[in-house]
């Protein structure tokens, strides 16, 4: 993607960051008229990740991060988890349980961590946005139930590369994740993909080199969704947010991107 410095400009970026730092993650980074700035599926470690928000971050803007940012709770789900469950089970896009339990979250969690630094930048940790929120907020999303509202799914797309699915069905639900994502240009906020991003992947493509065409798309999808709630706010009919920021919050748009 090109390399463009930080200006004085609304960015949007989207993280779908792993929960273990030895993995890399998918990040992704939109202007204000939508267009991808950059894309990265390689860095792993904290401090890449932490250099590459502070090059793209912009003046103001949003922060969208798919990751579990407030984990307090022992055991079990998250009160915002259980209510995100209930409204989305019967489209299979319901969230995995984050609790303390789990070795990701005994401090914490990474995206916790990371926003403790990103609070030195001037980040500001947030579920209650304002359109065109003068200050950079972040805050957690997750992309089954953002595609489900956006484009009025049916159901999730299956295409994370999971056992019992063939492999052709996971390809043609990517190049049905990718060719949604591409409908977004005339929508408000829009979404301008680039060459570097194909709209369908090589049938012969090896399984272990997948995974970054799947943090791809959920990183650009993290970051429309950025886009979307800073352009809207979260207030209704646009957004809802699950929970707060006491027990954790997860903020998905609630309408449609494009009319029927």
Known sequence: MADQPNEQAARFLGLDLAWKAKNPSGLAALDEAGHLLDLRTDLCEDDAILDWIARWRG???AIAIDMP???RNAMGQRPCERDLRRDFRAYDAGPYPANRSLEPFRNGGRAAELLTKLA???????CDV????PRTVAFEVFPHPALIRLFGLDRVLLYKNKYPRTWTSVLDAWAEYRRLLGTLERADPP???SANVPTMLDPAIKRKDYKQWDDALDGICCAYVASWVW???TRP???RVYGEMEHGHIVVPDRVALPA
């Open 59 to 61: 003046s103001w803007g």
């Open 69 to 71: 940012t407030i984990v």
């Open 120 to 126: 030195e930048l001037g980040v500001v940790h947030a």
């Open 130 to 133: 304002a359109p065109s929120d």
């Open 191 to 193: 979404l301008v993909l």
């Open 231 to 233: 352009h809207h706010g």
């Open 237 to 239: 009919p646009h957004v």
